[in-house]
């Protein structure tokens, strides 16, 4: 009995689920905080790419007091996070758009995984797939997703299934 106690404090501890990263000696980090503007109202500008992001997973409310994300993330098909994105008005802005393969490849955090994303910048992640704007050339029922648990993209998935979400916009960093 003590052996399998044991072992179910070691397989669900707060470290053996926690996100896992590489020194920063070992492998430099590709989205580093210094990259980003965080601001108060939920967002996150990329000084690199110009690319204004949700702070929180889709569905999840920005809690500013806190610093936390409120709420419940949502999990959308491909065609329901297209008119989520039309239809959202984050921060008060209305041009929120899906964002491409490419633009969401560019938060993908090499040196980490469990989730694959800076986790003090950006909240409320998830290790699944985030579905992109982007459709899968050979199949067109299917859209590219990158699942954040290693940060790859190797595969699409039927743009009817469901995923999460992390909507962009161009804009401007200060």
Same mark, same amino acid.
């Given at each position: *009995?003590?052996?399998? @106690?044991? @072992? %179910?404090? #070691? @397989?669900?501890?707060?470290?053996?689920?926690?996100?896992?990263?590489?020194?920063?000696?070992?492998?430099?980090?590709?989205?580093?905080?210094?990259?980003?503007?965080?601001?108060?109202?939920?967002? #996150?500008?990329?000084?690199? &790419?110009? #690319?204004?992001?949700?702070?929180? &997973?889709?569905?999840?409310?920005?809690?500013?007091?806190?610093? &936390? /994300?409120?709420?419940?993330?949502?999990?959308?098909?491909?065609?329901?996070?297209?008119?989520?994105?039309?239809?959202?008005?984050?921060?008060?802005?209305?041009?929120?758009?899906?964002?491409?393969?490419?633009? @969401?490849?560019?938060?993908?955090?090499?040196?980490?995984?469990?989730?694959?994303?800076?986790?003090?910048?950006?909240?409320?992640?998830?290790?699944?797939?985030?579905?992109?704007?982007? &459709?899968?050339?050979?199949?067109?029922?299917?859209?590219?997703?990158?699942? %954040?648990?290693?940060?790859?993209?190797?595969?699409?998935?039927?743009?009817?299934?469901?995923?999460?979400?992390?909507? *962009?916009?161009?804009?401007? /960093?200060?």
């Amino acid at each position: *009995m003590q052996t399998n @106690l044991t @072992l %179910f404090c #070691i @397989l669900f501890s707060a470290s053996a689920l926690a996100q896992e990263c590489a020194t920063e000696t070992s492998v430099p980090f590709t989205t580093p905080e210094s990259r980003f503007v965080v601001k108060n109202d939920g967002t #996150i500008c990329d000084k690199k &790419t110009e #690319i204004m992001w949700q702070r929180c &997973t889709f569905g999840f409310v920005y809690n500013a007091t806190t610093e &936390t /994300c409120d709420n419940k993330e949502q999990k959308l098909s491909w065609q329901e996070a297209l008119s989520a994105a039309k239809s959202s008005r984050i921060a008060n802005f209305d041009d929120w758009q899906l964002p491409n393969v490419k633009e @969401l490849s560019s938060i993908v955090e090499r040196s980490c995984e469990d989730p694959a994303i800076n986790a003090t910048v950006f909240l409320g992640n998830h290790s699944g797939n985030y579905w992109t704007s982007t &459709t899968n050339i050979k199949d067109p029922s299917r859209a590219w997703t990158y699942q %954040f648990q290693d940060g790859l993209n190797d595969s699409s998935s039927s743009k009817s299934s469901d995923a999460f979400v992390r909507l *962009m916009r161009y804009a401007a /960093c200060e």
